[in-house]
Protein backbone atom coordinates (compact mmCIF):
# COMPACT_ATOMS: atom_id res chain seq x y z
CA UNK A 1 0.00 0.00 0.00
CA UNK A 2 1.25 3.02 -0.74
CA UNK A 3 0.90 6.24 1.51
CA UNK A 4 2.63 9.18 -0.69
CA UNK A 5 -0.20 11.25 -2.36
CA UNK A 6 0.78 14.06 -4.89
CA UNK A 7 1.02 17.21 -3.59
CA UNK A 8 2.30 16.03 -0.15
CA UNK A 9 4.56 18.25 1.23
CA UNK A 10 8.28 17.14 2.23
CA UNK A 11 6.61 17.07 5.87
CA UNK A 12 3.91 15.30 4.96
CA UNK A 13 6.92 12.87 3.61
CA UNK A 14 8.39 12.58 6.93
CA UNK A 15 5.18 12.34 8.62
CA UNK A 16 4.40 9.32 6.44
CA UNK A 17 8.33 7.79 6.32
CA UNK A 18 7.91 8.03 10.68
CA UNK A 19 4.66 6.09 10.64
CA UNK A 20 6.43 3.11 8.52
CA UNK A 21 9.14 2.88 11.37
CA UNK A 22 7.67 3.67 14.58
CA UNK A 23 3.95 3.78 16.49
CA UNK A 24 1.88 6.68 15.79
CA UNK A 25 1.79 7.77 19.82
CA UNK A 26 5.47 8.12 19.80
CA UNK A 27 5.19 10.32 16.98
CA UNK A 28 3.39 12.54 18.22
CA UNK A 29 4.51 12.45 21.99
CA UNK A 30 8.04 13.16 19.87
CA UNK A 31 6.89 15.77 17.41
CA UNK A 32 4.89 17.39 20.78
CA UNK A 33 7.48 17.32 23.12
CA UNK A 34 9.81 19.07 20.52
CA UNK A 35 7.60 22.24 20.56
CA UNK A 36 7.00 22.53 24.75
CA UNK A 37 8.97 25.24 26.38
CA UNK A 38 11.27 23.54 29.23
CA UNK A 39 9.23 24.37 32.80
CA UNK A 40 10.59 26.98 34.85
CA UNK A 41 12.41 24.99 37.75
CA UNK A 42 12.96 28.06 39.90
CA UNK A 43 9.16 28.70 40.08
CA UNK A 44 9.13 25.18 41.89
CA UNK A 45 11.69 25.27 43.64
CA UNK A 46 10.50 28.81 45.36
CA UNK A 47 7.59 27.13 46.67
CA UNK A 48 9.85 24.80 48.37
CA UNK A 49 11.79 27.72 50.08
CA UNK A 50 9.17 30.01 50.59
CA UNK A 51 8.33 27.98 54.39
CA UNK A 52 12.14 28.56 55.26
CA UNK A 53 11.57 32.44 54.78
CA UNK A 54 8.65 32.81 57.33
CA UNK A 55 10.74 34.74 59.63
CA UNK A 56 11.14 37.63 56.98
CA UNK A 57 8.13 37.19 55.37
CA UNK A 58 6.07 38.02 58.93
CA UNK A 59 8.54 40.93 59.37
CA UNK A 60 7.17 42.03 55.53
CA UNK A 61 3.15 41.70 56.56
CA UNK A 62 3.98 43.44 59.81
CA UNK A 63 5.40 46.24 58.18
CA UNK A 64 2.68 46.55 55.52
CA UNK A 65 -0.10 46.05 58.30
CA UNK A 66 1.82 49.24 60.10
CA UNK A 67 1.43 51.66 56.75
CA UNK A 68 -2.13 50.21 55.71
CA UNK A 69 -3.48 53.93 57.07
CA UNK A 70 -0.42 55.81 55.82
CA UNK A 71 -2.13 58.96 52.85
CA UNK A 72 1.40 60.36 52.29
CA UNK A 73 3.00 57.61 50.47
CA UNK A 74 6.15 58.34 52.39
CA UNK A 75 5.91 54.76 54.13
CA UNK A 76 7.19 52.05 52.76
CA UNK A 77 7.59 48.03 52.96
CA UNK A 78 10.65 48.09 50.43
CA UNK A 79 13.48 46.62 52.83
CA UNK A 80 11.15 44.03 54.21
CA UNK A 81 10.28 43.08 50.87
CA UNK A 82 13.86 43.12 49.58
CA UNK A 83 14.86 40.85 52.84
CA UNK A 84 12.09 37.85 52.17
CA UNK A 85 13.13 37.78 48.84
CA UNK A 86 16.58 37.23 49.07
CA UNK A 87 16.31 34.65 51.47
CA UNK A 88 14.15 32.46 48.98
CA UNK A 89 16.72 33.37 46.43
CA UNK A 90 19.53 32.60 48.45
CA UNK A 91 18.19 29.16 49.18
CA UNK A 92 16.55 28.63 45.59
CA UNK A 93 20.65 29.08 44.33
CA UNK A 94 21.63 26.05 46.20
CA UNK A 95 19.76 23.96 43.93
CA UNK A 96 18.91 25.24 40.97
CA UNK A 97 21.89 25.77 39.52
CA UNK A 98 22.21 21.65 39.66
CA UNK A 99 19.09 21.11 37.63
CA UNK A 100 19.54 23.58 34.63
CA UNK A 101 20.40 21.87 31.43
Given at each position: ????????????????????????????????????????????????????????L??????????E????????C????????????????????????
Amino acid sequence: MNMVRKGCSSRCLEFQGNLRNSSLLSYFISFAMADEEPADQKKYLEEGCKPKCVKQLRSYEACVKRIEGDESGHKHCTGQYFDYWYCVDKCVAQTLFSKLK
